[in-house]
């Protein structure tokens, strides 16, 4: 009779100690599956034979790994989210930027072009300006600061219109064409314009280098239009400000100066000039603006 006594409380506490060895290993189990996805399938089988003999541990189990597979495929999902977001992200930006470069000025007069000229919050640091990335795009679409616009540029030979605004601006570098220099005057000087490259040529200064010697280039602040025809391009190291400067006029025959700067097709370093010359003065039209467009707009 003793005897199994002895051997009845020996299963008993044998009991008690296998469930907690199993539940501890179900727990050690459970951290390795939570945070190693890959494992093989003989461990899982000897994990499944391992806690079989536990009905609390395997209902534990299987409530907490059909959370597991739940969560699993609910962040699959996510994840299969994210990578069509990122896969397309360089095409949903680009499309955007096409269509930030188009700013409607039909509704902006002369008077508030000059009114624009004298607003004093403007940058022409250079160092300022950073290069387009999809993030900048999609968190400044339609960012364009219409009181900084202070004409339009056209060039008939390339199909390009684009707004001109008043000092560097990243954001407004996204919807058209900065002016780099303080208090410059159309028709007079150096007047230097920088926009943004892109791969696409229909959108900001991509196409600039398709602009050859005896194109018209075309700038305007809606009471006059000043006509200027290219004479050079040129690729040069990012280090040559002597090009904006108004010294340079004095070189050739006394004509004021149209400087149009772009990064040169992304590559570090290297600036792509357009540089022409002003050729006469006339009353601004709409119709003149766009003349010699193909598609006239």
């Known amino acids: 009779m003793f005897f199994k006594s002895i051997i009845v409380i020996y299963l008993y506490i044998f009991g008690i100690l296998k ?4 539940n501890s290993l179900f727990v050690l189990k459970l951290l390795y599956i939570r945070f190693f996805r ?6 899982m089988i000897y994990f499944m034979l391992l806690i079989r003999y536990s009905s609390f541990t395997k209902a534990r189990y299987s409530y907490v790994f059909k959370r597991w ?10 994840l299969i989210v994210i990578g069509v977001i990122l896969l397309f992200m360089p095409f949903i930006s680009k499309k955007i930027l096409k269509t930030n470069s188009t700013v ?3 509704n902006i007069t002369s008077e508030q072009m000059e009114k624009n000229k004298k607003n004093m919050n403007k940058s022409y640091d250079q160092d300022k300006v950073t290069p387009i990335t999809p993030g900048d795009i999609l968190s400044n679409s339609n960012s364009a600061d219409k009181s900084k616009i202070i004409g339009q540029l056209t060039i008939p030979s390339i199909n390009k219109e684009i707004v001109i605004f008043d000092g560097l601006d990243n954001k407004n570098l996204l919807n058209g064409a900065c002016t780099m220099k303080p208090n410059q005057i159309m028709g007079l000087g150096n007047y230097c314009i920088a926009g943004h490259y892109c791969d696409n040529k229909d959108v900001l200064f991509g196409g600039l280098i398709d602009v050859k010697k005896g194109d018209i280039v ?3 602040n809606k009471k006059n239009i000043y006509e200027y025809k290219v004479f050079d391009t040129m690729i040069v190291k990012d280090d040559r400000v002597d090009l904006l400067s108004d010294g340079i006029v004095n070189h050739g025959d006394g004509r004021a100066l149209l400087s149009l700067m772009t990064c040169y097709k992304n590559q570090p370093g290297y600036r792509y000039f357009v540089v022409a ?3 006469k003065l006339y009353p601004y039209s709409k119709e003149r603006m766009l003349e010699g467009f193909t598609n006239n707009q």
């Open 38 to 43: 890959y494992y093989s399938l003989s461990k």
């Open 218 to 220: 075309r700038i305007t």
């Open 104 to 106: 409607n000025i039909s």
């Open 277 to 279: 010359k002003f050729q």
């Open 69 to 78: 597979w739940i969560m699993r495929k609910f962040l699959s999902v996510i």
């Open 19 to 22: 469930d907690i060895v199993y």
